[in-house]
Protein backbone atom coordinates (compact mmCIF):
# COMPACT_ATOMS: atom_id res chain seq x y z
CA UNK A 1 0.00 0.00 0.00
CA UNK A 2 1.13 3.46 -0.59
CA UNK A 3 1.72 6.07 1.97
CA UNK A 4 -1.44 8.04 0.06
CA UNK A 5 -4.10 4.87 0.66
CA UNK A 6 -2.40 4.05 3.80
CA UNK A 7 -3.36 7.47 5.34
CA UNK A 8 -6.90 7.21 3.54
CA UNK A 9 -7.88 4.31 4.97
CA UNK A 10 -6.82 5.73 8.12
CA UNK A 11 -9.41 8.74 7.75
CA UNK A 12 -11.89 6.23 6.55
CA UNK A 13 -11.37 4.56 10.08
CA UNK A 14 -11.07 7.55 12.37
CA UNK A 15 -15.11 8.59 10.60
CA UNK A 16 -16.24 5.46 10.89
CA UNK A 17 -15.58 5.18 14.84
CA UNK A 18 -16.65 8.86 14.95
CA UNK A 19 -20.00 7.69 12.96
CA UNK A 20 -20.02 4.83 15.59
CA UNK A 21 -19.67 6.97 18.35
CA UNK A 22 -22.24 9.47 17.55
CA UNK A 23 -25.09 6.78 16.71
CA UNK A 24 -24.48 4.72 19.77
CA UNK A 25 -24.08 0.78 19.48
CA UNK A 26 -24.54 -1.20 16.40
CA UNK A 27 -28.10 -2.14 15.78
CA UNK A 28 -29.58 -5.42 17.08
CA UNK A 29 -33.09 -7.04 17.12
CA UNK A 30 -34.03 -5.72 20.91
CA UNK A 31 -33.16 -1.97 19.93
CA UNK A 32 -33.84 -1.44 16.26
CA UNK A 33 -36.68 -3.27 13.79
CA UNK A 34 -34.33 -6.05 12.71
CA UNK A 35 -36.07 -9.22 12.59
CA UNK A 36 -35.55 -11.42 15.23
CA UNK A 37 -33.84 -14.31 13.30
CA UNK A 38 -31.23 -11.69 12.66
CA UNK A 39 -28.75 -12.47 16.21
CA UNK A 40 -28.02 -15.69 17.19
CA UNK A 41 -31.23 -16.98 19.63
CA UNK A 42 -28.21 -17.05 22.74
CA UNK A 43 -26.95 -13.63 22.11
CA UNK A 44 -26.62 -11.92 25.44
CA UNK A 45 -26.03 -8.22 25.55
CA UNK A 46 -22.64 -6.53 27.29
CA UNK A 47 -23.14 -5.57 30.85
CA UNK A 48 -22.95 -1.78 30.40
CA UNK A 49 -21.17 -1.28 34.02
CA UNK A 50 -19.68 -3.87 36.10
CA UNK A 51 -21.60 -5.40 39.09
CA UNK A 52 -21.19 -3.53 42.90
CA UNK A 53 -19.00 -5.57 45.07
CA UNK A 54 -22.10 -4.54 47.66
CA UNK A 55 -24.83 -7.03 49.08
CA UNK A 56 -28.24 -6.09 48.02
CA UNK A 57 -30.33 -4.04 50.49
CA UNK A 58 -29.85 -1.51 53.02
CA UNK A 59 -25.57 -1.78 54.11
CA UNK A 60 -24.29 -1.28 57.45
CA UNK A 61 -24.74 1.94 59.18
CA UNK A 62 -27.75 2.96 56.82
CA UNK A 63 -30.15 5.47 58.21
CA UNK A 64 -33.26 3.55 59.17
CA UNK A 65 -36.72 3.94 57.57
CA UNK A 66 -39.60 2.88 59.25
CA UNK A 67 -43.47 4.51 60.75
CA UNK A 68 -42.93 5.50 63.65
CA UNK A 69 -45.74 4.82 66.25
CA UNK A 70 -48.30 6.45 67.05
CA UNK A 71 -49.36 7.28 70.85
CA UNK A 72 -51.26 4.73 72.51
CA UNK A 73 -54.09 7.65 73.16
CA UNK A 74 -54.51 7.66 69.44
CA UNK A 75 -54.62 3.77 68.94
CA UNK A 76 -58.44 2.82 68.98
CA UNK A 77 -57.97 -0.18 70.06
CA UNK A 78 -55.17 -1.53 72.54
CA UNK A 79 -54.61 -5.52 73.04
CA UNK A 80 -52.20 -6.31 76.08
CA UNK A 81 -50.85 -9.88 75.37
CA UNK A 82 -49.56 -11.69 78.07
CA UNK A 83 -47.58 -14.95 78.38
CA UNK A 84 -49.63 -17.76 80.94
CA UNK A 85 -46.94 -20.12 80.80
CA UNK A 86 -42.76 -19.81 80.36
CA UNK A 87 -42.38 -20.92 77.07
CA UNK A 88 -39.73 -23.17 78.52
CA UNK A 89 -40.48 -24.92 81.32
CA UNK A 90 -44.27 -24.00 81.66
CA UNK A 91 -44.22 -22.47 85.19
CA UNK A 92 -47.21 -20.02 85.52
CA UNK A 93 -46.08 -16.31 85.26
CA UNK A 94 -47.72 -13.45 86.45
CA UNK A 95 -47.43 -9.40 86.49
CA UNK A 96 -46.88 -7.00 83.93
CA UNK A 97 -43.72 -5.66 81.59
CA UNK A 98 -42.84 -1.86 83.17
CA UNK A 99 -41.87 -1.54 78.98
CA UNK A 100 -43.58 -4.05 76.64
CA UNK A 101 -43.01 -4.36 73.18
CA UNK A 102 -45.39 -2.32 70.80
CA UNK A 103 -46.50 -3.40 67.38
CA UNK A 104 -49.22 -1.73 65.87
CA UNK A 105 -51.22 -2.39 62.52
CA UNK A 106 -53.12 0.03 60.44
CA UNK A 107 -55.76 -1.30 58.95
CA UNK A 108 -58.76 0.88 56.66
CA UNK A 109 -62.30 1.44 58.01
CA UNK A 110 -64.63 -0.68 56.81
CA UNK A 111 -66.48 1.26 54.02
CA UNK A 112 -70.27 1.08 53.84
CA UNK A 113 -72.64 2.69 51.20
CA UNK A 114 -74.39 5.94 51.87
CA UNK A 115 -77.98 4.77 50.23
CA UNK A 116 -80.22 7.83 49.62
CA UNK A 117 -84.29 6.96 49.06
CA UNK A 118 -85.46 9.04 46.30
CA UNK A 119 -89.56 9.20 46.97
CA UNK A 120 -90.97 10.06 43.57
CA UNK A 121 -94.65 11.25 43.98
CA UNK A 122 -97.20 10.64 41.94
CA UNK A 123 -99.10 13.41 41.83
CA UNK A 124 -102.90 13.77 39.90
CA UNK A 125 -103.33 17.57 38.02
CA UNK A 126 -106.80 18.47 38.17
CA UNK A 127 -107.21 17.34 34.26
CA UNK A 128 -106.83 13.79 35.77
CA UNK A 129 -103.23 13.03 34.45
CA UNK A 130 -100.53 11.54 36.25
CA UNK A 131 -97.58 14.13 36.78
CA UNK A 132 -94.29 11.77 37.78
CA UNK A 133 -91.97 12.97 34.68
CA UNK A 134 -90.17 15.72 36.74
CA UNK A 135 -88.09 15.00 39.51
CA UNK A 136 -86.54 18.05 41.71
CA UNK A 137 -83.80 16.95 44.11
CA UNK A 138 -83.23 18.57 47.90
CA UNK A 139 -81.70 21.78 46.26
CA UNK A 140 -84.47 22.31 43.52
CA UNK A 141 -82.25 20.82 40.82
CA UNK A 142 -84.49 18.46 37.95
CA UNK A 143 -82.45 15.19 38.52
CA UNK A 144 -83.11 11.99 36.05
CA UNK A 145 -83.34 9.02 37.92
CA UNK A 146 -83.94 6.54 35.23
CA UNK A 147 -81.88 3.06 35.31
CA UNK A 148 -79.63 5.06 38.00
CA UNK A 149 -78.84 3.03 40.74
CA UNK A 150 -75.37 4.09 41.68
CA UNK A 151 -74.07 7.30 42.97
CA UNK A 152 -71.54 8.89 41.20
CA UNK A 153 -69.00 8.55 44.12
CA UNK A 154 -69.25 4.90 44.21
CA UNK A 155 -68.59 4.79 40.18
CA UNK A 156 -65.93 7.20 41.31
CA UNK A 157 -64.44 4.50 43.64
CA UNK A 158 -64.72 1.59 41.10
CA UNK A 159 -62.91 3.74 38.73
CA UNK A 160 -59.94 4.88 41.17
CA UNK A 161 -60.08 0.73 41.88
CA UNK A 162 -59.38 -0.23 38.23
CA UNK A 163 -56.54 2.76 38.27
CA UNK A 164 -54.85 2.22 41.32
CA UNK A 165 -55.53 -1.37 42.11
CA UNK A 166 -55.63 -2.72 39.10
CA UNK A 167 -58.68 -4.57 39.75
CA UNK A 168 -60.10 -6.31 36.54
CA UNK A 169 -63.30 -4.86 34.85
CA UNK A 170 -65.23 -8.00 35.40
CA UNK A 171 -64.33 -8.01 39.29
CA UNK A 172 -65.67 -4.49 39.34
CA UNK A 173 -69.19 -5.51 37.60
CA UNK A 174 -69.83 -7.62 40.67
CA UNK A 175 -68.81 -4.68 43.51
CA UNK A 176 -71.67 -2.26 41.29
CA UNK A 177 -74.38 -5.25 42.91
CA UNK A 178 -73.56 -3.28 46.34
Known sequence: MTAEVR???ESLLLRIAELEEAFGPPKTPRNSSLPPGSQHPHAKTPRKAP???RKRGGQPGHKKHERS???TEECQEV???LPKTCR???TPLTGEDADPLRHQVWERPEIKPMITEY???RLACPWGRRNADQT???EGLVVDLRGQHLHPLHD???AGSHGTDRTARRDLLGRRDV
Open 51 to 53: RSK
Open 88 to 90: RCD
Open 119 to 121: RRH
Open 69 to 71: LVP
Open 156 to 158: ACL
Open 79 to 81: VTL
Open 7 to 9: AFV
Open 136 to 138: SGS
